[in-house]
């Protein structure tokens, strides 16, 4: 179905091969091996078409490389210059916007939003004594109604603007109270970015970031026609047995949100000014304090202005990001203490952990995919403590069940999935690389789920029944 990487697989996935290149304690041309051969054999697995990968290392993009194609019927191969929307891996550079902005002294993260609005004004349907804030928004709790408006590109309906998308929002609870995804925000959060600096969307972040990082793509948000030419189509993955199927093409109002077009060349330099203090390529979009201010969780929580953040095993902070829109798919994943990091897209799908082996060969260390792991038997009666439905920050419900002693996850839309047991208390979802850990509370039952996917953590409350 697809064409063969340009890498040739020489050994095992994980058996050391004789080192050509290292830097700093890395051996370089194992990480590429290495990560090549999980790339195409995932590729194999899921029935995905290409997928493209940029690696960071200090200040240096360290590897590029395209695997599949970009049109699967006319066998067009996906190359480095093969453009993908990057998603809402995008609301990293919507965040950056305004923190330069911040910078410059025309706005205050905590300055409510209807301070920069004009005429426009977000509505405050509930009283709250705290007014939405900047920082709100960035962080995922301003309360704000959340929502995403898709269009199909060939249905010739006309998007919303900015500013009729932020004139329908209102609160549904007050700011601070409760951590929700919102893409309606991030929405306004573009247009504060015009509002404030007097320039239109792109081309204030065209010419304030993405140019002084070094990107030549030159219309992310509205492609010319030659970035047309370029770019790859999108899929549903078709399966281990099946050929990729198209699927119609959007476009989304909510373009701050993560609706964009660059390579993944491209987003791996702004990655790289984020994890080398605000600086590529000897250009300067972020003071220090700024970067390290967009790397803290906010509010107690686990996402940060415009990216996940966590602590790994090794107490190195991870940021992190994925994206989707129908038919592509976009990953990042930055350590900041190790000044690595990796950025890759698909034109329908590729699993987060693909990102955290990367993150560890870049560090010199193995990864095992989830696949490979070992798994152990969980006691029956444990894990019928586990059974029940549960809500995800508002975004999903799904069910927990025991079937014939094992663990299975129901999700709406997607079917159901065993989850081996990698601990009595953690389970995996392998084919997503999501992992779902069983928290007990106070009085010893289980009330939540601590979910990880994608770099991120989520709490996934039990629903009393």
């Not at 590529?280 to 929580?301: D, K, N, P, Y």
């Not at 996940?308 to 829109?325: F, Q």
């Not at 560890?360 to 059974?387: F, H, M, N, Q, S």
């Amino acid at each position: 179905m697809r064409q063969k990487c340009n890498i040739t697989i020489l050994v095992a996935l994980f058996v050391a091969v004789t080192p050509i290149a290292a830097q700093d304690g890395i051996d370089l041309e194992k990480t590429k091996t290495v990560l090549a051969g999980l790339i195409e054999k995932t590729m194999d697995e899921q029935g995905i078409p290409s997928v493209s990968i940029a690696l960071v290392k200090g200040d240096e993009i360290v590897w590029t490389e395209a695997f599949g194609y970009a049109n699967v019927r006319t066998r067009t191969a996906a190359t480095t210059d093969t453009i993908y929307s990057t998603g809402s891996t995008f609301k990293s550079v919507t965040a950056t916007a305004l923190m330069q902005l911040v910078e410059q002294g025309k706005c205050n993260l905590d300055d409510p939003v209807n301070q920069h609005l004009g005429d426009i004004r977000v509505q405050d349907r509930i009283q709250s004594e705290q007014p939405v804030t900047i920082r709100h928004i960035l962080s995922h709790w301003s309360g704000l109604l959340n929502g995403t408006t898709i269009k199909p590109i060939w249905g010739r309906e006309l998007p919303m603007t900015l500013e009729e998308i932020t004139s329908k929002l209102y609160s549904i609870r007050a700011p601070e109270v409760k951590w929700e995804y919102n893409n309606y925000a991030y929405a306004m959060a573009g247009l504060l970015v015009e509002k404030i600096s007097g320039m239109d969307y792109e081309t204030y972040i065209v010419e304030n970031i993405l140019k002084p990082l070094g990107v030549e793509t030159p219309h992310p948000v509205a492609p010319s026609p030659e970035m047309v030419e370029l770019m790859a189509l999108p899929y549903s993955p078709g399966g281990a047995d099946g050929e990729p199927t198209p699927v119609a093409q959007h476009h989304y109002d909510v373009f701050p949100a993560g609706d964009a077009y660059l390579t993944a060349e491209d987003m791996a330099r702004f990655l790289g000014a984020h994890l080398d203090g605000g600086v590529w390529g000897g250009s300067r979009i972020l003071l220090e304090e700024s970067v390290r201010e967009m790397h803290t969780a906010q509010f107690g929580g686990y996402y940060s202005l415009g990216f996940a953040v966590r602590k790994a095993e090794n107490r190195h902070t991870l940021i992190s990001h994925s994206g989707g829109i129908r038919g592509q798919n976009s990953f990042m994943m930055g350590d900041v203490d190790a000044r690595v990091g990796v950025y890759i897209m698909s034109n329908s799908g590729v699993p987060s952990w693909i990102g955290e082996a990367a993150i560890a060969l870049l560090r010199g260390e193995e990864y095992t995919p989830p696949k490979d792991r070992e798994y152990i038997e969980v006691d029956p009666e444990i894990l019928a403590t586990y059974a029940g439905n549960y809500d995800l920050a508002g975004r999903l419900t799904f069910e927990i069940v025991v079937e014939n002693d094992e663990l299975f996850v129901t999700m709406p839309r997607m079917g159901k999935f065993e989850l081996p047991a990698e601990t009595e208390s953690r389970f995996w979802l392998i084919r997503e690389g999501w992992v779902f850990n069983f928290v007990a509370g106070d009085g010893g039952s289980i009330d939540r789920i601590d979910f990880e996917s994608d770099g991120l953590t989520m709490k996934a409350e039990r629903i009393e029944e």
